[in-house]
């Protein structure tokens, strides 16, 4: 890469755009991670349809001349920038062209991936097995071996007790309905369960209820404030 490109690229300025079950948040930040605007956040509409969610983000994204390239966090599988699945969203995600359609709304390169995973590139070291959770309206997971992502686990949907999942033991509907104590504890048997089955180097909890954790954690799991989910989005551009 010449000197230029390589400046050009620090140049570059991200729209990060993180989708979620309840919020749909934007910020334009810098190549070294400075916010460059506010965070603007409004709520996702309901229905929340490919439709309903992109007239929303429409209204959100800023004037592209404010920006140079997009990263968007979805809350479901990606693959190749098409949605897979949208447990807390709609079914009609499923064969949804989201990376396509940002950039033809937009006019600027798009990378989409797991809002967890994004998460994750905002927050991992690079060392050993890294494993970010995020604490929301789902449970997000990813998985990172020596700085490398590895796509796509839903860990969140895995059984852990009584025949739920994490998530319907650690999502936000369970939250609301178990409360904070029963919460907290099935999160501290969530983290050690964890802890044995992917011997980890170290575990973010990220999220909107990320906020919520009140047990001692171990050292090696670290609560990450939920901005990370917008900062991750530049490190995408930094991968291959
Ligand atoms: C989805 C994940 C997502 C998580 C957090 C889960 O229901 O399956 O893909 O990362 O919610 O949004």
């Known amino acids: 890469m010449t000197t230029r490109a390589k400046d050009g690229a620090r140049s570059q300025r991200t729209l990060c755009i993180d989708i979620g079950g309840t919020g749909l ?46 990263s968007v966090g979805f809350p479901g599988v990606v693959a190749d920038g098409v949605t897979r699945t949208a447990p807390n969203l ?9 990376a396509t359609w940002v950039l033809r709304s937009t006019g600027r390169p798009t990378r989409v991936l797991n809002d967890a995973g994004v998460q994750g590139h905002g927050v991992v070291q690079g ?12 449970f997000g997971f990813s998985l990172f071996v020596n700085g490398h992502y590895v796509p ?10 009584k025949g739920m999942s994490y998530e319907e033991l650690l999502g936000d509907a369970a939250l609301k309905r178990r409360g904070k104590r029963k919460w907290n504890a099935t999160l501290a048997a969530a983290v050690a369960q964890l802890q044995d089955t992917f011997n980890f180097r ?6 909107g209820n990320a906020r919520k954790v009140e047990f001692k954690l171990p050292r090696n799991v670290k609560l990450v404030d939920n901005v990370a989910g917008l900062l991750g989005g530049v490190k995408l551009w930094e991968r291959d």
């Open 127 to 138: 060392l050993g097995t890294e494993i970010c959770v995020t604490l929301g309206t789902g």
């Open 25 to 70: 948040k934007t910020m334009i930040v810098s190549a070294s991670g400075k916010p460059l605007s506010e965070r603007v956040r409004i709520e996702t509409p309901r229905p929340a349809t490919p439709r309903a969610i992109c007239a929303a983000l429409l209204a959100v994204i800023p004037e592209r001349t404010r920006f140079d390239r997009v």
């Open 90 to 98: 709609h079914p009609a995600w499923k064969g949804f062209g989201l």
């Open 202 to 207: 170290a575990l973010y909890l990220g999220g």
């Open 152 to 161: 796509n686990v839903e860990f969140g949907h895995h059984p852990f007790r």
